[in-house]
């Protein structure tokens, strides 16, 4: 598993308020798509945030058989693994360091809404999922970037790891 260390202002563990570990996956059907999440006019992969007493993988399946209905069994193991460093995170006055684990799947099956299990806060949001064909995913987030303020972060670290993706896999 590759790991990338974003730290642009050289912090260490010990100045961290609080950290998160969550988990990913780029969902890709044979025809070259890929499976993202829309909600708040921002685009995702699915995936979702660490719960007590989880491990990496559990949190993987319980997240994507939340957001899409699609059960994943046997073993996967992470390709990537992104930590970043936060000062001042999304000016909460907070530093926050953000580790996120990212999964390759690759299904036909198809997401089926009735078997998923929505947070409020996703349905607030209108969750919707989507397939885009893989070479025209990078201009849908280029585009998504002025619908909310948080897409230029997102949006950096989804093609960040769609490059890496399309490099070393």
Do not use: W
Request: glycine share 4%.
């Amino acid at each position: 598993m590759q790991e990338i260390i974003y730290n642009h202002n050289n912090l260490t563990d010990i100045d961290m308020d609080s950290s998160v570990i969550r988990t990913k996956a780029l969902i890709i059907n044979s025809k070259s798509e890929i499976l993202l999440g829309y909600s708040y006019q921002t685009y995702q992969f699915p995936g979702g945030h660490l719960q007590e007493g989880e491990n990496i993988f559990e949190c993987l399946q319980r997240e994507i058989e939340e957001e899409t209905g699609i059960f994943i069994s046997g073993k996967l193991d992470p390709f990537l693994k992104r930590v970043e460093y936060h000062m001042n995170y999304l000016n909460s006055n907070f530093n926050k360091k953000v580790i996120i684990y990212y999964y390759l799947i690759y299904t036909d099956e198809l997401p089926r809404i009735e078997a998923s299990h929505l947070d409020e806060q996703e349905q607030e949001g209108n969750f919707q999922l989507l397939f885009v064909p893989m070479e025209k995913v990078d201009h849908l987030l280029e585009k998504s970037i002025p619908d909310n303020p948080i897409n230029k972060i997102i949006v950096g670290e989804m093609q960040d790891v769609l490059k890496y993706y399309r490099e070393y896999l």
